[in-house]
């Protein structure tokens, strides 16, 4: 017997900047969902040789599928958002500062 589909929850996860070379308040929304374990041992395996691009795969995988175009179109303009986004996805996922 197969078992029943996991139902794939998308959290919204919101960024709020402001853009001094453009003078202007900057927000974006996005729908993501949960890493699973392979994708959060990818990142922890490329993030050393490119931090950057292991954010923006990851996020890129979790992304909700009608959102793909609008990220990689902020991606462009914004490639920090991968930090950002990918950071928060992590942090869902344990990882942080301990701060002790």
């Not at 919204?12 to 974006?28: A, I, M, Y």
């Not at 990142?43 to 175009?69: H, Y």
């Not at 902020?74 to 344990?94: H, I, K, N, Q, R």
Request: aromatic letters at 12%; charged letters at 30%.
């Amino acid at each position: 017997m197969d078992k029943p589909e996991k139902n794939t929850e998308y959290v919204e996860l919101n960024h709020e900047f402001f853009d001094r070379f453009e003078d202007k308040d900057v927000n974006f929304k996005f729908h993501f969902k949960r890493p699973g374990t392979p994708q959060v041992n990818r990142v922890q395996k490329t993030a050393l040789k490119n931090a950057g691009q292991a954010f923006r795969n990851l996020i890129m995988e979790t992304i909700k599928p009608d959102e793909k175009s609008d990220l990689k179109t902020a991606l462009d303009d914004y490639p920090g958002l991968a930090s950002t986004f990918g950071g928060a996805l992590m942090a869902s996922c344990g990882f942080g500062d301990l701060g002790n």
